[in-house]
């Protein structure tokens, strides 16, 4: 994967402040970047071209497109000359990404989960009376607030 972002990171992608944000990976998984659809068709090709170049395939099947805007847009990409789908949001990572920058369904997922570890903790912490105060507080800290502010550096504010 570090040859094909070696190989890809040089094309236009995404402006973010004075960096240009091509691709982000994670694993095998790859997101890529681009302010229009010309520009992600060509980033799309040249990924898909290094990837079979090291053996690796890129499943049309499993690529997702998403349009950030706050109207619909379509676009369409090809690999392989299969259309990927679109999406207006779905999951990566756990995350829910919506293509209109709501993070509504994405907060509330987030708290519902933080609810969930707190309930679970209930009867053996929260409730126990030989747990004192301040490991109550230093099990809330280090596991359910993480849980309630994951992602929330990357949420629009605006």
């Known amino acids: ?7 890809v990171r040089h094309l236009n992608g995404y402006k973010m402040g004075d960096r240009n944000i091509t691709i982000l990976c994670y694993a095998d998984d790859a997101v890529l970047f681009a302010e229009n659809e010309d520009d992600l068709q060509r980033l799309v090709y040249l990924f898909n071209l290094v ?16 349009t950030a805007s706050k109207i619909p847009i379509r676009c ?11 999406e207006m949001k779905f999951k990566y990572l756990g995350i829910e990404l919506s293509g209109y920058g709501d993070i509504e369904i994405e907060v509330r997922q987030q708290t519902t989960k933080a609810m969930r570890v707190a309930g679970c903790l209930n009867d053996t912490i929260w409730k126990n009376k030989y747990v004192g105060v301040e490991i109550k507080s230093r099990i809330y800290k280090a596991i359910i607030r993480p849980i309630m502010t994951y992602t929330a550096e990357t949420r629009p504010y605006t």
């Open 76 to 86: 369409m990409i090809v690999v392989d000359n299969t259309i990927i789908q679109q």
């Open 51 to 66: 990837a079979k170049s090291y053996n690796m395939i890129t499943s049309a099947s499993k690529t997702k497109s998403l």
């Open 1 to 7: 994967m570090d040859e094909i972002i070696k190989q």
